[in-house]
């Protein structure tokens, strides 16, 4: 089952190129039948559907308040009651403020969309220029906004799809853009799987927030709830059992869903845990796994690596004048990830610029260290991975080494 992950290159719709590596990376790193195919760019320059702007209201949002203390009552002032319907034993009483949660930050004043059918254009344009397979998978991933509001949707061929990938920092708080972007791709790819046609999919899609997959979610702020459960009904499941579906294709939907659930879950406590992810590093490449964060993988290039992994193994810190000292084993370590042709020569060279305090290269191999880590696990829990320390003192890596694992 190939699934072909595209975007426009129209100013206005592009994803981000770490955005959109991002979401791809964290596709593949679940295994199982699904192919996550990168498509990098579709062309849609013929197309002449125009974009549209439009005012949305904005509508202001109180926090939650407790009017009033409430005694707490003694055992000589409880009561007994009957229940003389079911529904007096099921349903919770009193009045509530039902005031929405604000919003993380305040939302725009406008934006600017298109209908439905530009999405599913570009998907079919994309199809034909690249003859893509009838029974494949398109996903168009845009900046752009729709006219329904939607998050995404699948289009009359049933293997078409969009998914917005703008504006979550106003539905979810403290959370990376590729994991609701990753669940809203293998969400469509589940309801492909359970239903038969559109209006058998709208029919099965929940009105009511169950924490289900299948959650409409009319309320936008709604989809923290299933990202947070990620979790399928028992209705749901029961249609997947009937319809008789691949089940390890339903096995890589759900183990997506595990991942995205724990990292939100993960990024929600940990201001109050004050505890850093857990960090594997993995095979003879090195690569980098922070596990409490659904196995959350960053990507570095072979000199970062090599600098962060040498800090790594030095948890004493180092003076970056005294990183000359030490070029033996830096060498031993961009041999690993290098595949510079000229072998040992190209190898001493990049060193040699590394440690030469004049040439300014490891401050900026440094910064983009930095860059990579917050981008990938905010600002607060990079903090713990970082390659720090005051001005004219040993660099190093705070996490406590006990958090850190190698499976090479």
């Given at each position: 089952m190939k699934v072909h992950l595209i975007t426009s290159s129209l100013d206005g719709e592009v994803?981000?190129?770490?955005?959109?590596?991002?979401?791809?990376?964290?596709?593949?790193?679940?295994?199982?039948?699904?192919?996550?195919i990168p498509a990098w760019q579709a062309h849609p320059h013929l197309l002449d559907t125009p974009s549209f702007s439009i005012q949305r209201p904005v509508e202001i949002k109180a926090s939650f308040k407790i009017e009033k203390e409430v005694?707490?009552?003694?055992?000589?002032?409880?009561?007994?009651?009957?229940?003389?319907?079911?529904?007096?034993?099921?349903?919770?009483?009193?009045?509530?403020?039902?005031?929405?949660?604000?919003?993380?930050?305040?939302?725009?004043?406008?934006?600017?969309?298109?209908?439905?059918?530009?999405?599913?254009?570009i998907c079919a344009m994309y199809r034909m220029r690249n003859e893509i397979p009838d029974e494949d998978h398109v996903f168009l991933l845009t900046a752009l906004a729709n006219d329904k509001n939607w998050f995404g949707s699948i289009g009359p061929s049933g293997r078409d799809y969009f998914v917005h990938t703008a504006n979550w920092e106003y539905f979810l708080k403290d959370t990376d853009s590729r994991f609701p972007i990753a669940y809203e791709v293998v969400v469509w790819l589940l309801r492909h799987q359970m239903f038969s046609s559109r209006v058998e999919m709208m029919n099965g899609i929940h009105a009511t927030p169950r924490g289900c997959a299948n959650d409409f979610c009319q309320d936008k702020q709604q989809i923290q709830l299933k990202m947070r459960t990620g979790d399928v009904c028992s209705t749901c499941l029961n249609i997947l059992q009937v319809k008789g579906r691949e089940p390890l294709i339903?096995?890589?939907?759900?183990?997506?869903?595990?991942?995205?659930?724990?990292?939100?879950?993960?990024?929600?406590?940990?201001?109050?845990?004050?505890?850093?992810?857990?960090?594997?590093?993995?095979?003879?490449?090195?690569?980098?796994?922070?596990?409490?964060?659904?196995?959350?993988?960053?990507?570095?290039?072979?000199?970062?690596?090599?600098?962060?992994?040498?800090?790594?193994?030095?948890?004493?810190?180092?003076?970056?004048?005294?990183?000359?000292?030490?070029?033996?084993?830096?060498?031993?370590?961009?041999?690993?990830?290098?595949?510079?042709?000229?072998?040992?020569?190209?190898?001493?060279?990049?060193?040699?610029?590394?440690?030469?305090?004049?040439?300014?290269?490891?401050?900026?191999?440094?910064?983009?260290?930095?860059?990579?880590l917050e981008s990938n696990l905010g600002v607060e829990l990079a903090k713990h991975y970082l390659i720090s320390g005051p001005h004219g003192e040993p660099k190093r890596i705070a996490i406590d080494r006990e958090f850190v694992t190698y499976n090479i």
């Open positions: 994803v981000k190129s770490d955005l959109f590596d991002n979401v791809l990376s964290f596709l593949q790193q679940s295994s199982g039948p699904i192919q996550f005694a707490r009552p003694t055992k000589t002032n409880f009561f007994t009651r009957s229940i003389a319907h079911v529904k007096d034993f099921l349903e919770q009483k009193g009045e509530i403020n039902d005031t929405k949660e604000e919003l993380p930050k305040a939302p725009p004043a406008e934006e600017r969309f298109s209908p439905w059918v530009y999405f599913f254009e339903i096995a890589q939907i759900m183990d997506v869903f595990e991942r995205v659930r724990l990292n939100v879950l993960f990024r929600e406590r940990a201001a109050i845990l004050k505890r850093p992810s857990r960090l594997e590093v993995r095979g003879f490449t090195r690569k980098l796994f922070f596990t409490d964060l659904g196995n959350l993988e960053v990507s570095l290039n072979p000199k970062e690596k090599t600098i962060f992994l040498f800090f790594l193994n030095h948890p004493e810190g180092v003076l970056l004048s005294h990183m000359v000292d030490h070029r033996s084993e830096l060498e031993q370590l961009y041999s690993f990830f290098s595949n510079t042709s000229g072998g040992g020569q190209r190898i001493s060279e990049a060193i040699d610029l590394l440690v030469n305090p004049t040439e300014g290269n490891l401050q900026q191999v440094l910064s983009r260290i930095k860059r990579k």
